[in-house]
């Protein structure tokens, strides 16, 4: 099981950037699939961004493609979220997750996923 840790969330205003981090210890994120979800409070999570194992396969959910950008770096053992043009509808907690089964593609459903992070809350307001 992997301990997987967010950070890089806060408050910043509409039209502001933030990256998130997702890293881990003890273990090579390079041998998992990466997903990013959110979550707002009486929602489901719902699936953002993902990246396969192999780092050649990518998705975005539509609300955010063309604004987020997801992308590793397996020297720090790292995935981040970049996240431009924010929206007062990104508000959300963001979680990262892990998963081992796929290599070459990625998923965008958080029950292909059994490692998670405790989020990282991302407020987007004026």
């Known amino acids: 099981q992997l301990e997987l840790v967010e950070s890089g969330g806060g408050l910043v205003q509409p039209g502001g950037s933030l990256t998130l981090s997702c890293t881990t210890s003890?273990?090579?994120?390079?041998?998992?699939?990466v997903g990013w979800f959110r979550q707002v409070p009486g929602q489901e999570r719902e699936g953002v961004s993902c990246?396969?194992?192999?780092?050649?396969?990518?998705w975005y959910s539509d609300s955010v493609k063309g604004r987020f950008t997801i992308f590793r770096d397996n020297v720090k053992n790292t995935v981040y979220l970049k996240m431009h043009s924010l929206k007062p509808e990104d508000t959300a907690v963001y979680f990262c997750?892990?998963?081992?089964?796929?290599?070459?593609?990625?998923?965008?459903?958080?029950?292909?996923?059994?490692?998670w992070g405790q989020g990282t809350q991302v407020t987007v307001s004026s």
């Open positions: 997750a892990a998963e081992s089964s796929s290599v070459l593609y990625c998923s965008p459903y958080r029950l292909e996923y059994d490692n």
């Open positions: 003890g273990s090579s994120l390079a041998n998992y699939g």
């Open positions: 990246v396969s194992r192999t780092d050649g396969n990518r």
